[in-house]
């Protein structure tokens, strides 16, 4: 875990620089010590030990906004439960964090999922986070939480089943994916409700879509799902 200096930022930054840094949690001192992940031990093993070490179930996440600039956001981690701390924080740093994905969707306009959702063709753009607001609470969330992940620009080859080699390319560009979640209390603190409604908010650079190779005829796609999460919580480049 680490403090992320923000001060060379030039103050006309699109996101202000005093938005990019999270609260500090008041656990913070537990934050280092020694948990096993969720590909190491099951949850009742890694919540008993947070409840016996008081280990928050966050961590300090930092999402890219462009090639210069990121942002902190605490998120939560998969096999733990939230702390009342952990709930409290979240709860204190979501005004910040959503003045952040304002202007995400503003900029880019943003796409918004449920159940029922088609992902295939082009998607009606929401450019007011208000809007995305009043979609999430549609779907049952009034009260919530929110789960971000960043995902950079991703491309992969694809064949049909009769074809011997890929026929298709097909490219995911960077994009922010925003989860809206509810909270269920168990011992000692909270869990995200599981499973959970499908209720998200997609904010695009571009389209994604998949290209056939032979003709050049591309089709706008919203469920290729070939990139991965960008998961930063240290600063290796300092190590």
């Known amino acids: 875990m680490f403090e992320v200096d923000f001060s060379p930022l030039e103050a006309c930054s699109f996101i202000p620089a005093d938005k990019l840094v999270a ?110 607001l009043e979609f999430a609470a549609k779907q049952g969330f009034d009260s919530y939480l929110l789960d971000i992940d960043f995902f950079p620009t991703a491309s992969k080859l694809i064949q049909d089943e009769k074809k011997v080699s890929p026929n298709h390319i097909a490219v995911e560009p960077a994009h922010w994916h925003i989860e809206f979640f509810h909270l269920e209390p168990v011992q000692g603190g909270f869990e995200i409700v599981d499973p959970k409604p499908r209720c998200s908010c997609q904010v695009w650079t571009a389209k994604p879509f998949i290209k056939n190779l032979e003709t050049g005829t591309s089709q706008t796609r919203y469920d290729l799902w070939i990139s991965s999460p960008l998961d930063i919580t240290h600063a290796f480049w300092l190590t």
């Open 23 to 132: 609260l500090k949690h008041p656990l913070a001192q537990n934050l280092e010590l020694s948990i096993p992940s969720y590909k190491e031990a099951n949850s009742a093993e890694i919540q008993a030990i947070q409840r016996r070490e008081r280990i928050p179930g966050v961590v300090k996440r930092i999402i890219p906004f462009d090639h210069l600039v990121c942002w902190e956001y605490w998120w939560c981690v998969p096999g733990r439960f939230l702390l009342p701390e952990d709930v409290d924080l979240l709860n204190r740093d979501r005004l910040r964090v959503e003045s952040i994905l304002e202007k995400l969707v503003w900029l880019f306009g943003a796409c918004c999922f449920h159940n029922g959702s088609s992902c295939d063709g082009d998607q009606e753009l929401i450019f007011d986070w208000e809007k995305v």
